[in-house]
T-cell receptor, first 113, second 113 residues
Framework: DGGITQSPKYLFRKEGQNVTLSCEQNLNHDAMYWYRQDPGQGLRLIYYSQIVNDFQKGDIAEGYSVSREKKESFPLTVTSAQKNPTAFYLC????????????FGPGTRLTVL | KNQVEQSPQSLIILEGKNCTLQCNYTVSPFSNLRWYKQDTGRGPVSLTIMTFSENTKSNGRYTATLDADTKQSSLHITASQLSDSASYICVVSGSGGYNKLIFGAGTRLAVHP
């Protein structure tokens, strides 16, 4: 898990509520990423940020929002607009630029009841 | 379309036996290929990373091969241990943009005593 922490490990929310997942890294990495993992599928990119105060949509950004106010933090908000939010969410970071290795956090399992 | 396909989906072997996992990709242009190990409920951890000019790389009992001409890779596990039980994910990186990774769905390996 390196220097990336995610909290909480498990999260339960009622349908229609927004929820924020935390991701912090102490690796001094410029780039950070959020992925969603569903059974039988590869990880899918939700949002990424290459530098503080900047972020870009990934392949499945609808229903999610992020902020990057500090280099070490990249929180993900799952909004009520996300139609199927129950999943395993993984945060990652890298030094930056292309071809650099991404290091993953331990993940947060979100269950919407 | 950029895709990464892995086979088999799941595999059961006895402790001490060897096994080989397969990965075929259609990502172009190609930058590098990585194999990750993901324990249940945890984040992926990197095992190996290979560029197009490398055709084999080892990490302990794990040996990855790459054939950039046929766009195939394999991960060979020698003398399996119970702790090898996990999902193994093949990830391919293109050579442009923001370090976008294309993830395979993984092979779930179970090592039985």
């Amino acid at each position: 898990d390196g220097g990336i922490t995610q909290s909480p490990k498990y999260l339960f929310r009622k349908e229609g509520q927004n929820v924020t997942l935390s991701c912090e890294q102490n690796l001094n990495h410029d780039a950070m990423y959020w992925y969603r993992q569903d059974p039988g599928q590869g990880l899918r990119l939700i949002y990424y940020s290459q530098i503080v105060n900047d972020f870009q949509k990934g392949d499945i950004a609808e229903g999610y929002s992020v902020s990057r106010e500090k280099k070490e933090s990249f929180p993900l908000t799952v909004t009520s607009a996300q139609k199927n939010p129950t999943a395993f969410y993984l945060c990652a970071s890298s030094i930056g630029g292309s071809r650099t290795e991404q290091f993953f956090g331990p993940g947060t399992r979100l269950t919407v009841l | 379309k950029n895709q990464v396909e892995q086979s088999p989906q799941s595999l059961i072997i006895l402790e001490g036996k060897n096994c080989t996992l397969q990965c075929n990709y259609t990502v172009s242009p190609f930058s590098n290929l990585r194999w990750y190990k993901q324990d249940t409920g945890r984040g992926p951890v990197s095992l190996t990373i290979m560029t197009f000019s490398e055709n084999t790389k080892s990490n302990g009992r794990y040996t990855a091969t790459l054939d950039a001409d046929t766009k195939q890779s394999s991960l060979h596990i020698t003398a399996s241990q119970l702790s090898d039980s996990a999902s193994y994910i093949c990830v391919v990186s293109g050579s442009g943009g923001y370090n976008k990774l294309i993830f395979g769905a993984g092979t779930r390996l179970a090592v039985h005593p």
